[in-house]
């Protein structure tokens, strides 16, 4: 009678022993990164220099746009995150068919019509950076996205609505309000600086915007600024302007950003001053080479300055 009980105390604790082994949760399975869906695209090229137009694979068009947009001498993190915005720039304008219409080329040389491309500065950063991102795009849905960015968002980042005037199309991945401290480690120019231009050539190019005579220019007021601080209206005498087609008829490297702290009339000429350089949406260059410097990945630079998006390899 004592030893039935003894063996089946015995049993049973085996058959829990084995239960708990065999039914143990089971770690969870690394998520497996996607399979790349296609060979490295080889794209046309028109260079408006000389007006030829060549076949090249993408990767080696990316080094030179990367070469083109951003000090080679920098981190090698920060050029790969400018690598995977230029790919993506390049895949999308692909797919718009823009330059296509223009030459009947996928991209071109000129930084107007397409992106900066400068092959003769390519050196070991920039490969190292294009193939350690190699075929990685970023999307948003099913669509590449807008790859915005610009040298020095001034420490904080603006919405294509306020730093590009920007509503063709719904972009909710962009980040808008981003504050990167680009501002610790950027030059003193983009830090503060002044513009100085006569007022016949202001008054020039807000008609040659707006297709108004401002009349003549005797004062110079930012009539609206955007949720970032950069001004979205400025009025010039009796003629309002939006403020990044102004920077633009002024020409955008002397009127540096539209992150303006003051506008005015002085002496003759329209004077504007700020901090910055570029339109401030998407990737700041200077923010990228800071976060580069703190040991950020490419990818983790990216996700800095857009939301809500898949960053993945498409090619091998």
Same mark, same amino acid.
């Given at each position: 009678?004592?030893? %039935? ?7 049973? !604790?085996?058959?829990?022993?084995? !239960? ?7 770690? &969870? ?34 080094? *030179? $746009? ?14 790969? &995150?400018?690598?995977?915005?230029? =790919? ?9 068919? =823009? ?5 009947g080329t996928d991209a071109s040389t000129s930084v107007e019509e ?22 990685? $795009? ?13 040298? !020095? ?24 309000? $981003?504050?990167?401290? !680009? ?22 190019? $807000? ?22 601080? %950069? ?11 939006? *403020?990044?087609?102004? =920077? ?29 350089? *570029? ?7 200077? *923010? ?24 993945? =390899?498409?090619?091998?």
């Amino acid at each position: 009678m004592l030893r %039935r009980p003894l063996i089946t105390i015995i049993l049973l !604790c085996i058959t829990a022993f084995f !239960c708990a082994a065999g039914c143990a949760k089971k770690p &969870a399975p690394k998520p497996v990164p996607p399979v790349p869906t296609q060979e490295e695209p080889t794209i046309s090229l028109y260079d408006n220099k000389t007006g030829q137009k060549k076949n090249m694979k993408i990767e080696e068009y990316v080094q *030179g $746009v990367v070469a083109a947009e951003m000090d080679t001498k920098w981190p090698v993190n920060a050029l790969a &995150a400018q690598a995977i915005l230029a =790919r993506t720039f390049t895949m999308e304008n692909i797919k718009s068919g =823009r330059v296509k219409q223009q030459h009947g080329t996928d991209a071109s040389t000129s930084v107007e019509e397409f992106q900066a491309y400068e092959p003769s500065k390519i050196n070991d950063n920039v490969r190292q950076a294009v193939e350690m991102t190699r075929g990685e $795009v970023v999307t948003y849905g099913d669509n590449y996205i807008h790859a915005w960015f610009s040298a !020095c968002d001034g420490g904080i980042s603006a919405t294509p609505e306020e730093g590009l005037a920007f509503t063709k199309d719904p972009t909710p991945y962009v980040k808008g309000g $981003v504050q990167d401290g !680009c501002l610790a480690v950027t030059e003193p120019k983009n830090k503060a600086w002044e513009a100085r231009i006569p007022l016949d050539q202001a008054r020039a190019a $807000v008609q040659s915007k707006t297709g108004k005579d401002t009349g003549a220019i005797t004062s110079a007021t930012i009539e609206k600024k955007g949720p970032s601080g %950069r001004a979205e209206q400025i009025k010039l005498g009796s003629a309002t302007i939006g *403020g990044p087609a102004l =920077r633009l008829a002024l020409g955008s490297e002397k009127v540096r950003s539209m992150l303006l702290s003051d506008a005015r009339v002085e002496g003759g000429q329209l004077v504007m001053s700020g901090k910055g350089y *570029g339109h401030g949406v998407g990737m700041c260059q200077w *923010g990228a080479r800071l976060m580069a410097e703190q040991g950020k990945s490419p990818e983790d630079i990216v996700n800095f300055y857009f939301k809500d998006i898949n960053i993945q =390899r498409q090619w091998k």
